[in-house]
């Protein structure tokens, strides 16, 4: 059976969607990620079957092939964990439901997965979340270590979950994830400044990432040679 989940990745400070296409079948029992995954993708390939099994649901050794479209872009980090299980789940027959197109239409999922199957947080939620909202994304399910900073963004559905099984549960239609609130920090703060962004010259992809780190409360560091101020500001 195939079974196709959306994921979200960053290239710089753009992301793109990933379709993780996973098809089951008889043979010799076989694992495969393909389609450009780093180590830290390939690796999942454990951290799944783990997960899945201490979630009580038996992991069925069979030809096992998981597509990570578009194939030619690699593919890096372990926030994909959380869709290949899902994947897996839909093509292996766990998560069953009539309506479950409809559930994963414009639905992305993101997370790492623990062996025990909690979901942990990944890092650049807010650009990826922002990307989503551009792409037509209504909905995406992640850890609830991320879901302040993901609430940020307006016109999204934030479904925030601690575990692999509230996920299957979910797309079973035998739970109901709550939305997480809006959230307000840095939100109607008004301060004035003696230096503006809109003074700078060029640069905006530096000043994109600057605005981002702001928002969401990140570490940034600017490497590189020093530039004359008053070559850049008007």
């Known amino acids: 059976m195939l079974s196709i989940v959306k994921s979200m990745a960053l290239n710089g400070l753009n992301g793109y969607q990933i379709y993780i296409q996973v098809d089951i079948s008889k043979g010799m029992p076989y694992f495969e990620i393909v389609g450009l995954p780093d180590t830290s993708v390939r690796e999942s390939k454990e951290r799944v079957k783990t997960a899945i099994k201490n979630t009580n649901i038996e992991f069925q050794s069979r030809k096992i092939i998981v597509n990570l479209a578009p194939a030619n872009t690699k593919k890096e980090g372990s926030s994909l964990d959380l869709p290949i299980a899902i994947g897996i789940l839909i093509a292996s027959g766990n998560i069953k439901n009539s309506n479950i197109s409809n559930l994963l239409k414009?639905?992305?999922?993101?997370?790492?997965l623990s062996l025990d199957g909690t979901v942990e947080g990944i890092n650049g939620i807010l650009p990826i979340c922002i990307e989503a909202k551009k792409q037509g994304i209504k909905k995406i399910i992640l850890s609830t270590k991320n879901a302040k900073e993901a609430s940020i963004i307006e016109g999204l559905e934030i479904l925030p979950i601690n575990k692999l099984k509230e996920a299957i549960e979910y797309l079973n239609g035998n739970k109901k994830i709550e939305q997480e609130s809006k959230s307000c920090f840095l939100i109607n703060k008004e301060q004035k400044y003696q230096f503006d962004f809109a003074d700078v010259k060029g640069q905006e992809n530096v000043k994109r990432a600057l605005e981002i780190s702001a928002a969401?409360?990140?570490?940034?560091?600017?490497?590189?040679?020093?530039r004359i101020w008053k070559n850049n500001v008007s």
Request: some cysteine.
């Open 106 to 112: 414009d639905t992305i999922f993101l997370g790492e």
């Open 216 to 226: 969401g409360g990140h570490n940034c560091i600017l490497i590189g040679s020093p």
